[in-house]
């Protein structure tokens, strides 16, 4: 009788386990199936938002409303004022670009272990509940890789009068490492960093090729 009541106990036991491992393997689907898509969406989300605000704010830091256009370019004319060339100061780019991307990375360095946010009611999958509910948080690492390059652009702004923008295009490519899952992303950010009226006619060379832009990125990223 005691050996039957033990047999008994033990299958309860058997039951109770094989139960709860079914319990834990569909948390661990449900996870894996809604979870986790959700949680690497709404990762990459906010890691993008904050990789482009970091490379905003180091132009803007870099740039502090100085002349640049200037300090990068110099404009020769001839004795009529016609402007016959257009030199790049290679040595002010390269300064300009280092002194960004160091800015850059060392904003960057504040999200590369940051907390990401998701409201429960997003995490459940269902549509009617997104952005309900209190919010849960996942600490994640970005590890940030930054590339930039020069363009140029020259546009009318009236009677023999040409606006020429300089831009700094800047490539983030991040590893997103989560608990669960990694991740690679690609912040681009097309940044207006002077502009300049010229007036007089300019050079076919420099309107009608890259002439310009390969001269400013003759520079490492």
Do not use: W
Not at 9 to 37: A, D, S
Not at 134 to 141: L, S, V
Request: neutral net charge; aromatic residues 8%; charged residues 15%.
């Amino acid at each position: 009788m005691k050996k039957y009541k033990g047999l008994k106990v033990r299958h309860k036991f058997l039951i109770f386990f094989i139960f709860l491992f079914l319990i834990i393997t569909g948390i661990l689907l449900f996870f894996v199936n809604c979870i986790k898509p959700i949680m690497i969406k709404s990762s990459e989300a906010q890691v993008k938002s904050s990789t482009s605000r970091a490379v905003n704010a180091a132009v803007q830091t870099v740039i502090n409303e100085s002349n640049v256009y200037d300090e990068l370019i110099e404009i020769t004319t001839n004795d009529e004022g016609k402007i016959v060339f257009i030199q790049v100061k290679s040595l002010m780019v390269n300064k300009l670009a280092k002194e960004v991307g160091k800015v850059a990375g060392q904003n960057l360095d504040l999200i590369k272990n940051q907390g990401v946010s998701i409201p429960l009611g997003t995490l459940s999958g269902i549509s009617l509940f997104v952005g309900v509910g209190p919010e849960i948080t996942f600490h994640i690492m970005a590890i940030p890789t930054i590339h930039s390059k020069f363009s140029s652009e020259f546009t009318s702004a009236g009677i023999n009068q040409t606006n020429h923008r300089i831009y700094l295009n800047i490539q983030t490519d991040v590893d997103l490492i989560l608990p669960t899952a990694s991740k690679s992303i690609t912040v681009n950010s097309h940044i207006l960093i002077c502009e300049a009226i010229l007036v007089g006619e300019i050079p076919s060379t420099y309107l009608n090729s890259d002439s310009l832009d390969e001269m400013m990125n003759l520079i490492p990223d």
